[in-house]
């Protein structure tokens, strides 16, 4: 997708900066640029507008600004570029935690907007990638794991060796049309369902 292609929203609530950085992404070649003055309603206006990127300016930010604006940025799930006019150790590692993707300090000016934007789309475009990466391998092992729970639960019922208990898993699949991992899910749900409870004293 192309920066002309791409939303983007500013929020500032000075009026002043935010033309800045207005003025800065139309120069790059922005097209779709909205601007907020007001960080009253922000989650609301990200929901109804679905901007592709955020661009967050705050020129004093104080602890609790800082602390709802990172606990908005953690659910918006897009790029993010925060520029703050200062800032400290503790609220720089908040920032990261929080999934801002550039968070500039001191660095407000027309033609370095750009740049920490494309900086910012990258990082987020990276992460994203890393996080369904991982979710994927999570995935894996959960599925191994719930096939050696269904491996088990037929060589018990079936007295059958490991290899065809995975064999008759693995045709039943390719029968159905459905994951092995997913006939797995199901005997083991199943088997749980059947077996019989404890009863307390």
């Known amino acids: 997708m192309s920066v002309a292609q791409l939303s983007v929203l500013v929020i500032d609530?000075?009026?002043?900066?935010?033309?800045?950085?207005e003025a800065g992404l139309r120069e790059a070649g922005y097209q779709a640029v909205s601007v907020i003055n007001e960080l009253d309603g922000v989650a609301q206006h990200i929901e109804r507008s679905q901007p592709d990127v955020i661009v967050i300016d705050i020129e004093n930010p104080n602890?609790?600004?800082?602390?709802?604006?990172?606990?908005?940025?953690?659910?918006?799930?897009?790029?993010?570029?925060?520029?703050?006019?200062?800032?400290?150790?503790?609220?720089?590692?908040?920032?990261?935690?929080?999934?801002?993707?550039?968070?500039?300090?001191?660095?407000?000016?027309?033609?370095?907007?750009?740049?920490?934007?494309?900086?910012?789309?990258?990082?987020?475009?990276?992460?994203?990638?890393?996080?369904?990466?991982?979710?994927?391998?999570?995935?894996?092992l959960e599925g191994r794991k719930m096939v050696d729970q269904a491996k088990a639960i037929l060589i018990k019922a079936r007295g059958i060796s490991e290899e065809e208990a995975y064999r008759l898993l693995r045709k039943t699949a390719m029968n159905q049309n459905r994951k092995l991992s997913e006939i797995a899910q199901s005997l083991v749900t199943a088997s749980n369902l059947l077996e019989p409870q404890e009863q307390k004293p």
Not at 68 to 88: E, H, W, Y
């Open 13 to 21: 609530e000075n009026h002043i900066r935010a033309s800045i950085i």
């Open 63 to 140: 602890r609790d600004m800082l602390e709802g604006l990172f606990a908005l940025t953690r659910s918006v799930q897009r790029p993010i570029a925060m520029f703050v006019d200062k800032s400290d150790q503790r609220s720089i590692e908040a920032a990261v935690d929080a999934g801002v993707s550039a968070y500039v300090v001191d660095g407000l000016r027309k033609e370095r907007v750009k740049p920490i934007l494309d900086m910012a789309i990258s990082r987020f475009k990276a992460f994203s990638r890393m996080a369904r990466e991982l979710a994927d391998v999570r995935s894996e």
